[in-house]
């Protein structure tokens, strides 16, 4: 038998793993923001404005904005944030933008020599995906630009701001200091320099109060664990200056007498009146164990030939290898003045000007498949067909959709420098398929409940595209196996045995519930191979799914069973929510299966 610690060093074991998606929609009360909300959708959308929505409890912000291929500093970090406040599980894209992240760092600082506000924005998009090499260095230089008032400028040798020095204390917050940190008081006694009399905050100690600066130093305040409320003048406190400048439209001013609101001003005042701050959520891209290894996907000119995550090797020709053993299909090699090529994957070889090219992080691969060496988090995809060749991908408005919500699907092509709108795609859903407009997009209302697999696939110039799975209102009616055969040589040359297993559906959606209450549901575990099996569970994702999810009333860590050959097994999976619960919004969890042979 193995036990959880040794699913990373199994390497002569076959594993066959399957997920189901878990979702909930957890009621917490918190104040009425549907006027704010509404405003804020109906502006051009941007990484304030996103962040500002999943704050307020918004689960299916339009984030089509985003390039991931971007090569602009600032614009990488505010999507590195966006996607971290998303749990956004693109690896390629989250490698791509830190990537430019990386290449700004120089002398001890990052980005402009000139410039403070890239240093703190950047060490907090760093912290947000979990990658600290860098925080110390960066700390140590933002502390070097302190000035003797306690606060920071904008830029290196200026005068001291409100703003920037809010922004500064969270970056801070983000290494090894905190509230009692010399620094972080002398910045805060700055902060207090700029308040007024309204209790609002000016840009600086000479400026009247407006609603930008006031809500950067809440948030500030938020993320020090203080109570913005504490900090009056005169009986008057920055919560109630926000309030004031609260507009019939949701909206909210910049300065008091102006006749409009702010779609920016409004963004930062969500945050701060929901008490939160940047980054809006933390994740682990290296210990996520979605994202452990490798992941390889091969795209025929028919169907999907083989899609594994997680995996371990050396190059991307190693990749292949192991994947053909994963995925149980046949490639051959082929001398070349260049280097050997692959001439043929599952029996499909190359033919005229077509034939199987590879990409890596969705950059066309320009050496011998043996000579790429690969990276943990790498994305490698395979595809068949002529020149020029471009990869696709999808994305979705939301992955959970009420009846009758519109499910918008945007479809873009990598062209070796910039993601482009794929107009004239024809996106899949489920059986059904429809074409994008000019700006790549498809926008339809979600009428059945179900959960649907969504893709597109146009010609053979652009690759097949990665298939989201939307789920649409409160129950599946539309159920998906998942089934994996794996052939186990671990028993030696004579041992045909075949681990293969399959769940009785896909996802799973607790709907809506309120702190203090549970819901449960079964399904069943069906052994299709020609071995018996040994299968534990992992459950990853939100914190409301990894603390309080139980597998047949147990913690599902102590999860196992054993499944004899051509027999099936009912599997309870239970969530109880603890009464004093603060999480909020849309949760999302995968619950994953590993087998053995038993």
């Known amino acids: ?9 199994l390497r002569n074991f076959s594993l066959v793993s399957l997920m189901i998606l878990l979702f909930i929609g957890v009621n917490i009360g918190r104040a009425d923001m549907a006027a704010s909300i509404s405003y804020l959708q109906g502006q051009s959308q941007n990484a304030w404005t996103t962040q500002a929505l999943l704050s307020a409890g918004v689960n299916n912000p339009d984030i089509s904005y985003i390039n991931t291929s971007t090569t602009d500093l600032m614009t990488a970090v505010k999507n590195i944030l966006v996607l971290s406040a998303l ?8 490698n791509s933008l830190l990537s430019v992240v990386e ?14 506000n890239d240093d703190f924005w950047g060490l907090m998009a760093l912290a947000s995906v979990s990658e600290d090499a860098h925080l110390e260095t960066l700390k140590n230089f933002i502390l070097s630009e302190q000035n003797t008032d306690g606060g920071w400028s904008w830029s290196v040798s200026g005068a001291s701001d409100s703003n920037d020095t809010a ?13 009692s940190s010399p620094q972080i008081v002398a910045a805060l006694d700055y902060l207090r320099s700029t308040q007024n009399s309204d209790g609002g905050f000016g840009y600086d100690v000479d400026s009247t109060s407006d609603g930008a600066s006031s809500a950067w130093v809440v948030i500030a305040l938020n993320k020090l664990g203080i109570d913005a409320d504490s900090w009056q003048i005169e009986g008057n406190s920055p919560l109630e200056f926000l309030h ?12 008091p007498a102006d006749e409009e609101g702010s779609a920016m001003v409004t963004s930062y005042v969500l945050v701060a009146l929901n008490n939160k701050s940047y980054p809006l959520n933390y994740i682990s891209l290296e210990n996520e164990e979605t994202n452990l290894g490798i992941d390889l996907r091969i795209e025929g000119p028919e169907d999907t030939i083989c899609l594994a995550r997680g995996l371990t090797a050396n190059n991307v020709l190693d990749l292949l290898e192991l994947g053909a053993e994963v995925c149980d299909f046949d490639y051959q090699l082929q001398d070349s003045a260049y280097g050997a090529y692959v001439s043929s994957i599952a029996g499909i070889s190359s033919e005229g000007m077509n034939g199987w090219q590879y990409f890596v992080n969705w950059q066309s691969g320009a050496e011998a498949a043996a000579d790429y060496d690969l990276v943990l988090g790498d994305d490698v995809l395979w595809a068949y067909g002529g020149w020029p060749l471009y990869p696709v991908k999808v994305e979705v ?8 919500e519109s499910l918008v699907v945007t ?3 990598f062209d070796g420098s910039v993601w482009q709108p794929q107009s004239g795609a024809n996106i899949y859903i489920g059986q059904d398929h429809y074409q994008t407009n000019d700006a790549g997009q498809l926008t339809i209302a979600m009428s059945a409940d179900g959960v649907y697999p969504v893709w597109a696939e146009t010609t053979t110039t652009y690759v097949r595209s990665n298939k989201v799975y939307v789920v649409v209102g409160d129950g599946v009616s539309q159920t998906v196996d998942l089934s994996v055969n794996i052939e186990n040589d671990s028993g030696g040359p004579d041992n045909n045995d075949t681990i293969a297993f399959s769940v009785s559906q896909s996802s799973v959606n607790f709907g809506n519930l309120s702190p203090g209450q549970s819901a449960q549901t079964t399904f069943s575990l069906v052994n299709t191979g020609t071995a018996g099996i040994y299968i534990e569970a992992s459950v990853i994702g939100d914190n ?8 047949d009333q147990n913690n599902w860590e102590d999860y196992n069973i054993t499944i004899p050959r051509n027999e099936s097994s009912s599997i309870n999976i239970g969530l109880a929510l603890p009464t004093n619960l603060e999480t909020g919004g849309q949760q999302n969890g995968q619950l994953i299966f590993w087998a053995i042979n038993d």
Do not use: H, P
């Open 544 to 551: 409301v799914f990894t603390d309080y999810t139980s597998l």
């Open 87 to 94: 749990s956004s599980q693109d690896t390629a894209g989250f």
């Open 103 to 116: 290449n700004n760092i120089s002398g001890g600082q990052l980005g402009s020599a000139d410039l403070l």
């Open 244 to 255: 004031s400048l609260e507009t019939d439209n949701g909206s909210y001013l910049w300065l």
């Open 167 to 179: 922004a500064a204390i969270m970056a801070l917050l983000d290494t090894d200091m905190n509230a």
């Open 411 to 413: 479809a873009t092509y």
């Open 397 to 404: 408005n939301s992955t959970a959709l009420a009846n009758n």
């Open 1 to 9: 038998m193995f036990t959880k610690k040794s699913f990373r060093v």
